[in-house]
């Protein structure tokens, strides 16, 4: 159990700072999540604060 | 000693008796990540219980460790499902966090943030919200003090050995 327990962490870290990871490795972590409804993309849209959106929307 | 195993029955023994040895209820990502979201997210009772959790120190990589080994070792995931959701629970859940407003350590910390944390843990600004001591009026204070001083007259000296024997002339 301790292996999982490195390997969930390591899972996280990769999926929580995917810009520090090769852009080779970004590609692999989001197709294995692309081809589900809840993919990195909706993920990250399912929690948005107000105040991130209005950050986005001055970046824009 | 005659009770021991004969070489060889461990490979007798029924190694399905583990519910991570059979199938997992959830096999699909989808279905899985829906489970948990109504199973920990929608369980009032459940977050309150993480927020006290991550309020006392424990980060929320480690939280999210133990919520998904205990969702492999009761059955409902596969070791390899929990690394798939791993990611995206976290990140929710951190969301929610943050959305309720809660201080807490993410479990990536630097020394830097671990040490301020620890500060704060210190000085109960995370768990106490009131940081004001309580005021005590004059009669307040004169029974405690009676009571105090009760109390250090009752704890014997010395332990058993130390307790007054009856001198034999």
């Known amino acids: 159990m301790n292996d999982l327990h490195d390997a969930l962490r390591k899972a996280i870290s990769d999926y929580m700072h995917i810009d520090d990871l090769s852009p080779r490795k970004q590609e692999t972590l989001k197709n294995a999540h692309g081809r589900y409804r809840y993919n990195y993309d909706t993920v990250d849209a399912l929690l948005v604060m107000p105040q991130e959106e209005e950050e986005e929307s001055g970046r824009k | ?169």
């Open chain 2, 1 to 169: 000693m005659f009770n021991a195993p004969i070489p060889g029955e461990n490979l007798t023994s029924n190694t399905k008796n583990y519910p991570w040895h059979k199938p997992p209820q959830y096999s699909d990502f989808d279905d899985a990540f829906e489970y948990l979201a109504d199973d920990i997210f929608a369980d009032k009772e459940k977050m309150a219980s993480i927020i006290t959790l991550v309020s006392s120190g424990i980060s929320a990589v480690a939280l999210v460790q133990m919520l998904l080994i205990n969702k492999v070792s009761t059955g409902r995931i596969s070791p390899d499902m929990s690394l798939l959701i791993a990611g995206p629970f976290y990140k929710v859940l951190v969301r929610l966090l943050d959305a309720m407003g809660v201080e807490y350590m993410t479990g990536f910390d630097t020394t830097e943030e671990l040490k301020a944390y620890a500060e704060k843990l210190k000085g109960g600004g995370i768990l106490l919200k009131s940081k004001k001591a309580p005021k005590l009026t004059d009669k307040q204070m004169k029974e405690m003090e009676e009571i105090t001083e009760e109390v250090m007259e009752e704890i014997p000296v010395g332990g058993l050995m130390g307790a007054p024997t009856e001198e034999v002339e």
